[in-house]
């Protein structure tokens, strides 16, 4: 890919992840400050959620012994993210883009196995848990790899644009 492409991709990138005058609009009176604001207290609600299950994760044999826990946590992880983005996009319009044609596989393949996955873990049924948790972060998946600008050329140059970054940082703050 050449470096004029790449550069597209990021500023696309970029303009998409902005807000444009006209979602300026109040979302239940709400400002846009308010809203980022509620964007990034549900992040930081998805990311302890995320922490927790991997902290869970981490104890040996606690996957296999408590997995509805386990399954529990990384749906409570995953509606924080979807209600994140939607107090960014404001609720109507991310409704309309999870209902779009492109995306409505999606939704109804993640919040089906959200929902099953929380049935069957407050019905003790671990090995149905695990399947639909199993399916949920296979679409979630799907999804960010859909949603991403530029698909799987956007993903990666993102992920170049993070480990320069990462890389950046690490030689300023590792003496080495």
């Given at each position: 890919?050449?470096?004029?492409?790449?550069?597209?991709?990021?500023?696309?990138?970029?303009?998409?992840?902005?807000?444009?005058?006209?979602?300026?609009?109040?979302?239940?009176?709400?400002?846009?400050?308010?809203?980022?604001?509620?964007?990034?207290m549900l992040l930081?609600?998805?990311?302890?959620?995320?922490?927790?299950?991997?902290?869970?994760?981490?104890?040996?044999?606690?996957?296999?012994?408590?997995?509805?826990?386990?399954?529990?946590?990384?749906?409570?992880?995953?509606?924080?993210?979807?209600?994140?983005?939607?107090?960014?996009?404001?609720?109507?319009?991310?409704?309309?883009?999870?209902?779009?044609?492109?995306?409505?596989?999606?939704?109804?393949?993640?919040?089906?196995?959200?929902?099953?996955?929380?049935?069957?873990?407050?019905?003790?049924?671990?090995?149905?848990?695990?399947?639909?948790?199993?399916?949920?972060?296979?679409?979630?998946v799907w999804y960010?790899?859909?949603?991403?600008?530029?698909?799987?050329?956007?993903?990666?140059?993102?992920?170049?644009?993070?480990?320069?970054?990462?890389?950046?940082?690490?030689?300023?703050?590792?003496?080495?």
């Open positions: 890919m050449s470096i004029k492409a790449e550069q597209e991709v990021e500023s696309s990138i970029w303009s998409s992840m902005s807000m444009s005058s006209k979602d300026e609009s109040l979302i239940g009176g709400m400002s846009r400050q308010q809203r980022v604001a509620g964007f990034l930081l609600g998805a990311m302890i959620f995320f922490a927790l299950e991997v902290a869970l994760f981490m104890v040996p044999g606690m996957f296999f012994l408590r997995p509805r826990k386990f399954a529990l946590l990384h749906s409570l992880g995953s509606l924080c993210g979807i209600f994140s983005v939607s107090m960014l996009m404001g609720p109507m319009a991310h409704f309309k883009s999870l209902i779009s044609p492109d995306r409505l596989a999606f939704t109804v393949s993640f919040f089906g196995m959200l929902a099953g996955t929380v049935y069957f873990a407050l019905n003790k049924e671990s090995i149905l848990t695990v399947l639909c948790m199993g399916g949920q972060v296979g679409s979630l960010l790899v859909g949603s991403i600008p530029g698909g799987t050329t956007g993903l990666w140059i993102m992920v170049k644009l993070s480990m320069r970054s990462a890389n950046s940082v690490a030689r300023t703050m590792l003496p080495l």
